[in-house]
């Protein structure tokens, strides 16, 4: 029995949505993944700001209204440094560790988790400092109280997902995979950097 093919107006919105996007990441790769990170990281600090004003309503602490500022400065850094940060390096990566090499496995987890993350996460707290408007020694005590806390969180919780991401997701799609799972990263990140 022969199958019907459905018209894309007749389709779900849902596969009209990810076409679209496939779509447009073909056209506009960084400025697609751009976009997607901006959402994506807004998306993970209002998850935080929810979590936190559900778990101070709980504990009957008066819950603050939701810091739009504060998911601005996520959108701006998912815009303009996770989005094509990301993009490059995972570009990069597939220039420098090729498939054909036998340890590429390792050779990508390794250089993703002991280069990449340490320094990505280091412009996290410059970049998140600068656009808070705050000075140098906030910077230092930012980093001294919670930096080396946050890099081992990420090497838990990331690796495993890294070793997916770069060795077995295409590389069209590993900002985006990034992206998802980064959506509940930021969320920790807003909370341990208060």
Known sequence: ???????????????????????????????????????????????????????????????????????????????????????????LMEVWMPTTDPYCIIKRLLLDRLIFAPGFLLLFYFVMNILEAKGWEDFEKKMKKSYWTALKMNWKVWTPF???????????????????IALFWYAYLASVRK
Do not use: C, W
């Open 162 to 180: 890294q070793f997916i991401n770069v060795n077995f997701v295409p590389v069209q799609f590993r900002v985006l995979f990034a992206n998802v």
């Open 1 to 91: 029995m022969p199958v019907q093919s459905v018209p894309v107006r007749e389709a779900s919105v849902h596969f009209r949505l990810l076409q679209q996007y496939l779509i447009l990441l073909k056209k506009y790769p960084i400025l697609t993944k751009s976009v997607t990170s901006g959402i994506l990281s807004a998306l993970g600090n209002l998850l935080s700001q929810i979590l936190e004003a559900r778990k101070k309503a709980k504990n009957g602490v008066p819950v603050n209204e939701i810091d739009t500022a504060g998911a601005a400065r996520y959108a701006v850094y998912g815009l303009f440094i996770t989005g094509p940060v990301s993009h490059y390096f995972y570009q």
